[in-house]
């Protein structure tokens, strides 16, 4: 069974630039998270999907950043414009469903370097 | 909120040593309990869980029970090995299935 895939793993970009990352779930499941992870840190969630639709977004900066879920399987995280304090490891996990009995799998990360 | 606290590191162990990892959370309800390893420059992977009290949770020698009592989830191992090297993460779930993580404890093992 594949893992959870995200690309790209490394990104480097000036403050003020644009920055997209790409998440592609496990097959069949219909959670997914983004979290981000601040060196020597640990992750915080940044949003979470169930399909297509948003479950929880409370902690996602939304004047600077945004995410999608067409068709509730691949999703984007963006920021426009990035900021220093952007700079972490950004992970993308999925469940088979949102409770909290459920394990979530972790892709790779992005790692944001913005300068 | 709910929150989960993880003792300090970092942990420097001499291989085949006994490990401790504390982690003691606040949370309402009834939440489930991870353990996640991250090696170096890999992803989080978990490692165990339980989901209710008293439920110990085991995987690859480590061990760790679910205390409803003194709201704690310590993780163990009787015999580190140098490829244990890594941060280890302790985290609880909500009803969302949200994960709210500690800051992780990194473990170095010396041969």
């Known amino acids: 069974e594949a893992g959870v895939a995200q690309s790209p793993r490394y990104k480097i970009i000036e403050k003020r630039q644009s920055v997209a990352f790409w998440c592609n779930p496990i097959s069949g499941h219909a959670t997914l998270y983004w979290y981000q992870q601040i060196l020597g840190q640990g992750p915080k969630l940044l949003i979470q999907f169930q399909n297509n639709g948003v479950v929880d977004d409370s902690q996602l900066p939304k004047d600077r950043f945004s995410a999608e879920r067409l068709k509730g399987v691949d999703s984007t995280l963006k920021i426009q414009p990035a900021k220093l304090e952007d700079s972490a490891v950004y992970l993308c996990?999925?469940?088979?469903?949102?409770?909290?009995?459920?394990?979530?799998?972790f892709g790779p990360g992005t790692r944001l370097l913005v300068l | 909120g709910d929150s989960v606290t993880q003792m300090e590191g970092p942990v420097t162990l001499s291989e085949e040593a006994f490990l401790t990892i504390n982690c003691t959370y606040t949370a309402t309800g009834y939440p489930s309990l991870f353990w996640y390893v991250q090696y170096p420059g890999e992803g989080l992977q978990l490692l165990l869980k339980a989901t209710k009290a008293d439920d110990k949770g085991s995987n690859k020698g480590f061990e760790a029970t679910y205390r409803k009592e003194t709201t704690s989830f310590h993780l163990e191992k009787g015999s580190v090995q140098v490829s244990d090297s890594a941060v280890y993460f302790c985290?609880?779930?909500?009803?969302?299935?949200?994960?709210?993580f500690g800051q992780g404890t990194t473990l170095q093992v010396k041969p």
């Open positions: 985290a609880l779930t909500g009803n969302t299935g949200k994960l709210i």
């Open positions: 996990a999925s469940s088979s469903t949102g409770t909290e009995r459920a394990t979530q799998y």
